[in-house]
């Protein structure tokens, strides 16, 4: 293999970043080139506040990211709870994104200690409590 065909993941794990990033601050252009009304309009479109959705926005696409993941270390199928409970899902995924303690949850998720732990940060820990296991375990 020539040198020049040799996969370098380091670089393209950078490429793949700074890709995202451009992506996401062109979102943030034309989020601020929408008039208040216009922006509005979508934020009652999508059911969301305004306040909500323009710091959904800022936090990018992958703020998320991390409920899934707690979701399998919880015993809880992602598709379940979409197919059963959809609203539901979406609203954890909302909290989820604006958590203010993304560090500490990547730490437990990480490390397998989420499941013991993450009713002291979580903002989604009621709802996750409350769930129906049954109704979301995988098969």
Not at 80 to 101: I, K, T, W, Y
Request: hydrophobic share 35%; net charge negative.
């Amino acid at each position: 293999m020539s040198t020049a065909s040799k996969p370098y993941p380091v670089v393209q794990g950078l490429i793949e970043s700074f890709a995202a990033w451009l992506k996401h601050h062109r979102e943030l252009s034309e989020m601020r080139r929408l008039d208040r009304t216009d922006f509005d309009r979508i934020a009652s479109d999508l059911r969301i506040a305004p306040d909500d959705l323009e710091e959904l926005v800022r936090h990018g696409h992958r703020a998320a990211d991390e409920l899934p993941k707690m979701l399998e270390q919880l015993g809880i199928s992602v598709e379940r709870l979409g197919q059963a409970q959809p609203l539901l899902l979406r609203d954890m995924e909302r909290v989820c994104s604006l958590c203010n303690h993304k560090g500490q949850c990547d730490r437990d998720l990480a490390e397998g200690t989420a499941a013991e732990n993450y009713h002291g940060y979580c903002a989604n820990a009621s709802t996750l409590e409350s769930l129906d296991r049954a109704d979301v375990a995988p098969h």
